[in-house]
Every structure is written in structure tokens, then in C-alpha cells.
Nanobody, 114 residues
Framework: VRLVESGGGLVQPGGSLRLSCLAS????????MSWYRQNPGQARELVAA????????EYGDSVKGRFTIPRDKAKDTVYLQMNGLNSETTAVYYC????????WGPGTQVTGSS
């Protein structure tokens, strides 16, 4: 299993960012996928999850209505579209295999400027 996140960076207040997670080493279309985030000293928290078929999603309360989690089975990639970013968005974002992940990517830093 290999998960590689990309797309992190510095974002201005109210801005948007799209993270990508390229998956390999397993049958992508058979697994739920998710995004979590974590800050130092804090627990890793669910941002968004999507089922294997793409028809069911779940979002953390703090991102509902602002973030979406589409997936593209042709590209073995799951995305995190983030809108309305602010300083509270700052964290390392991790792609996970499964909605309660079995494996993780190395993470990508997102920093929302204040």
C-alpha cells in the first residue's frame, strides 16, 4: 500500500485549496478513503471520508459545507477540496485507507494565514 498526498501550502483567508492523494498497491475502487488532520499535541481528527463507490460521504462538523471529498477511480486518486479556509485550517493533512484507516500517507502541510 502506498498513499502519497500533494497540494498543501499557504492559503489566504477565504481561499481554496485542493489536496490530492495518489493510491497504489491495492484495488482502489474496493476501499473507502478518508482525510484526517493533526496538529502537534493533538489527536488526529476526521476531516472527510468517502465510500468505495463514491456515493456516501462523511464530514467533520468543522468542515461541513466547505470541504468536499471526490474520488476518481480512473486515476486512483482521492481529493480534498477545501473552500473558505482560515487559520483554523492549519494542520498536517493525511490520506487514509478506509474510513477508520488501516494505512496512512506521510501527510501534507496546510497553513491558513490569519
Amino acid at each position: 500500500v502506498r498513499l502519497v498526498e500533494s497540494g498543501g501550502g499557504l492559503v489566504q483567508p477565504g481561499g481554496s485549496l485542493r489536496l490530492s492523494c495518489l493510491a497504489s498497491g491495492f484495488s482502489f475502487d474496493q476501499y473507502d478513503m478518508s482525510w484526517y488532520r493533526q496538529n502537534p499535541g493533538q489527536a488526529r481528527e476526521l476531516v472527510a471520508a468517502i465510500n468505495n463507490g463514491g456515493g456516501t460521504t462523511e464530514y467533520g462538523d468543522s468542515v461541513k459545507g466547505r470541504f468536499t471529498i471526490p474520488r476518481d477511480k480512473a486515476k486512483d486518486t482521492v481529493y480534498l477540496q477545501m473552500n473558505g479556509l482560515n487559520s483554523e485550517t492549519t494542520a498536517v493533512y493525511y490520506c487514509g485507507l478506509g474510513s477508520r484507516p488501516l494505512d496512512w500517507g506521510p501527510g501534507t502541510q496546510v497553513t491558513g494565514s490569519s
